[in-house]
């Protein structure tokens, strides 16, 4: 039982490139979760899918898209990557949003070059 | 925007001392969450208290939630260096569009 997997752990980009963080849950969660989290900032919430086949803006959604490829995976898109993108980025899941905690992947250090 | 909002923002204790932090919030919620994050790694839940709990155990853990004054305590009794981390306080606000709130964080350092 694996938890919440990301990948991949780090990247450098360079200002224009495109790249997908992908995310995996094995303990069949409907809920899944991107934030970035930014040094004084907090974590703050991208994009959400509640369940398989849907997804929703967070508070921070510009710039990237997402897609819930099946129950297990949410992966985010990053089409044209921004110096302001730099950050940390996670991945979280759980049963129901709203209802219990969240379970948070290892995260993916990202730098915008 | 922030939800919750943590208090202090840096902390620094003995070991063997207790730890107290503190959270403040603006609207209704659901529950609060308590994470701690080490250095370099991610979320890890702590405790949830929801908003008809007033206090709550898990160990050597304590959070407290006066929903009246919107705000939450954690408290760490008899801290370890293997405390030091990182504290967030996540508001599960009340409603349809619920989804939790993290606040900027504590950073507890725990000298040995």
């Known amino acids: 039982n694996a938890g919440v997997t990301q990948t991949p752990k780090f990247q450098v980009l360079k200002t224009g490139q495109s790249m997908t963080l992908q995310c995996a849950q094995d303990m069949n969660h409907n809920s899944m979760y991107w934030y970035r989290q930014d040094p004084g900032m907090g974590l703050r919430l991208i994009y959400y899918?509640?369940?398989?086949?849907?997804?929703d803006k967070g508070e921070v959604p510009n710039g990237y898209n997402v897609s819930r490829l099946n129950k297990r995976e949410f992966s985010l898109r990053l089409e044209s990557a921004a110096p302001s993108q730099t950050s940390v980025y996670f991945c979280?899941?759980?049963?129901?949003?709203?209802?219990?905690?969240?379970?948070f992947g290892p995260g993916t250090r990202l730098t915008v070059l | 925007s922030q939800q919750g909002e943590e208090d202090p923002q840096a902390l620094s204790i003995q070991e063997g001392e207790n730890a107290t932090m503190n959270c403040s919030y603006k609207t209704s919620i659901n529950n609060l969450q308590w994470y701690r994050q080490n250095s370099g790694r991610g979320l890890v839940h702590l405790i949830l208290i929801r908003s008809n709990e007033r206090e709550k155990h898990s160990g050597r853990l304590r959070v407290t939630l006066d929903t009246s004054k919107k705000s939450s305590s954690l408290l760490i009794t008899a801290s370890r260096a293997a405390d030091t981390a990182s504290y967030f306080c996540a508001t599960d606000a009340a409603g349809a569009n619920s989804k939790l709130t993290f606040g900027k964080g504590i950073t507890l350092s725990v000298r040995p």
């Open positions: 979280a899941s759980n049963r129901d949003r709203g209802q219990d905690t969240q379970y």
């Open positions: 899918s509640a369940s398989e086949g849907t997804t």
